[in-house]
């Protein structure tokens, strides 16, 4: 349980800290950081990477990640891993739940430096939910994947560098909400899978003087 809390604690403390980062008594200022960040991915627009980023930031999105993820699930249930099923689609749900929750909470105008590449999203900026929601995924498959997960550690990766690249390319998000909301992630998904599959060690003490005797 220490482990649940510590990393729930420090997803969301990530979160607070980068929304007291871009926002500065109800403004928001442009940091150097994100100038920098949407400079340079004006700077290397041209068609093939126009059309490569148009078509992987569709991995982040929900209507994408939730048919897979139930997909999944569905499988890992049928497999008679009912723990993991459920924690892939409370990883999602969770995760995506709070990404908007914090964007309500904040309230951070899309980017305005560059034209956009595609429609503006109607939603605040702050966090990137298409790279919470693809971070939350892409570590929970990984975690639940057992000797597999070398196997699809790189692929997983890309995927999730790519979406969050692609966001700042597009110029729909600030590189602040891409890096928050990946680390949030990363922590978010730490500690429900503490809390789901991390069998408690009185537990696993028992197994073993059982099996001793």
């Keep these: ?30 940091s150097e950081f994100d100038r920098i960040g949407l400079s340079l991915a004006d700077d290397l627009r041209n068609e093939p990477l126009d059309r490569l980023m148009l078509g992987v930031t569709w991995l982040g999105s ?9 997909l ?8 008679g891993r009912r723990r993991e099923a459920s924690f892939i689609l409370l990883t ?8 908007h929750v ?9 980017p305005d430096l560059f034209p956009a590449l ?13 790279a919470m929601q693809v971070m939350a995924v892409a570590l929970a498959f990984f975690l639940i994947a057992g000797r597999q997960r070398f196997v699809w550690a790189v692929p997983l ?4 560098l790519l ?17 928050a909301g990946l680390f949030a992630a990363a922590l978010w998904v730490a500690g429900l899978h503490a809390l789901l599959l991390r069998q408690p060690s009185h537990s696993v003490q028992v197994e073993s003087a059982s099996g001793a005797a």
Excluded at 72 to 79: D, E, K, S, V
């Design 102 to 110: 914090v964007k309500l909470w904040v309230s951070r105008p899309r």
């Design 163 to 179: 979406v969050g690249l692609s966001r700042i390319y597009l110029q729909v998000h600030f590189p602040s909400d891409v890096a």
């Design 157 to 160: 990766l890309i995927a999730v």
């Design 1 to 30: 349980m220490q482990q649940v809390v510590i990393f729930t604690v420090l997803g969301l403390t990530v979160l607070a800290v980068g929304a007291l980062a871009v926002c500065h008594d109800g403004q928001f200022a442009l």
């Design 72 to 79: 999944g699930a569905g499988f890992l249930y049928w497999r």
């Design 62 to 70: 929900l209507m994408l990640l939730l048919p897979l993820t139930v």
């Design 92 to 99: 999602l749900l969770s995760t995506s739940a709070l990404s």
């Design 118 to 130: 595609l429609p503006m999203p109607e939603d605040w900026s702050y966090p990137s939910a298409h």
